[in-house]
């Protein structure tokens, strides 16, 4: 599980960098960022999730 969001949060960053490198696709950085930041969140929350389960 963590592979995938590792690999999905490198192509985020990749994707907000080209965004910012070419002035006309700054809405492709915005995108990248906000998917960074909620795939992050949601690896948070799965992580969470699974010690709770644990600790059960």
Known sequence: ????LVILLVA???LSIVGFVF???V?????????FLGTLVFGFIRE???RMKRAL
């Open 1 to 4: 599980m963590w592979t995938v």
């Open 12 to 14: 985020w960053v990749v």
């Open 23 to 25: 002035e006309g696709l």
């Open 27 to 35: 809405w492709l950085a915005i995108i990248g960022i906000v998917l």
């Open 48 to 50: 969470r999730a699974r």
